[in-house]
């Protein structure tokens, strides 16, 4: 064994870095060990503590590798638990507030547009006497704004939906899974 090696890092994957995220559904591993009975509040404290000191995947896998019913394991690059046992996280509320702001953004802007037109006819149909009549200023500046209302709100919630997926696919996540 080399000096600073890991020894409970047996197998290669073990020393690979562990992530945010590794440490997240380890600590949700413990909680639930803990709501079972399977933890003592103390145990639950310390390993939650040495959870989130963790750096490998092979110190990960120590706090939970003594838990009945946990998985050995034998995850994607040696994560602590298998995918099909992990525990479903909900989706994050940040991208659900993005996606209701742009929203109502987009009900703003189209709200705005159909007022625009709506003032810009009404000012026509009451131009009553010689001059511009259709072509009056008021009603084309009304009729410009309601044009870039209506394609402000498409940008804004094409933006959202394609900002949405992009950060899905960047957490591995196809479009089309849950």
């Known amino acids: 064994m080399a000096m600073g090696e890991d020894p409970t890092a047996a197998g290669g994957?073990?020393?690979?870095?562990?992530?945010?995220?590794?440490?997240?559904?380890?600590?949700?591993?413990l909680k639930t060990a803990f709501t079972q009975g399977r933890l003592t509040?103390?145990?639950?404290?310390?390993?939650?503590?040495?959870?989130?000191?963790?750096?490998?995947?092979?110190?990960?896998?120590a706090l939970t590798e003594d838990?009945?019913?946990?998985?050995?394991?034998?995850?994607?690059?040696?994560?602590?638990?298998?995918?099909?046992a992990m525990p479903a996280r909900p989706p994050s509320p940040v991208r659900h507030w993005r996606l209701a702001r742009a929203s109502a953004i987009?009900?703003?802007?189209?709200?705005?547009?159909?007022?625009a037109a709506y003032s810009g006819n009404l000012i026509d149909n009451a131009w009553?006497?010689?001059?511009?009549?259709?072509?009056?200023g008021w009603s084309?500046?009304?009729l410009l704004l309601a044009v870039t209302a209506v394609i402000t709100a498409f940008a804004v919630m094409v933006h959202a939906v394609v900002a949405a997926l992009e950060e899905r696919s960047s957490r591995g996540q196809h479009?089309?899974?849950g």
């Not at 509040?41 to 896998?61: C, H, K, M, N, V």
């Not at 838990?67 to 099909?84: E, R």
């Open 41 to 61: 509040g103390e145990e639950l404290d310390a390993r939650t503590g040495q959870a989130l000191a963790a750096r490998t995947y092979a110190e990960l896998d």
């Open 175 to 177: 479009p089309g899974t």
């Open 140 to 142: 084309r500046l009304l």
């Open 106 to 115: 987009s009900v703003g802007c189209l709200a705005l547009a159909f007022v």
């Open 67 to 84: 838990i009945p019913g946990i998985p050995a394991s034998d995850g994607p690059l040696g994560s602590p638990v298998p995918s099909q």
């Open 13 to 29: 994957c073990g020393r690979l870095r562990a992530g945010d995220d590794d440490r997240d559904r380890v600590m949700d591993l």
């Open 128 to 136: 009553q006497g010689p001059g511009p009549g259709p072509e009056h």
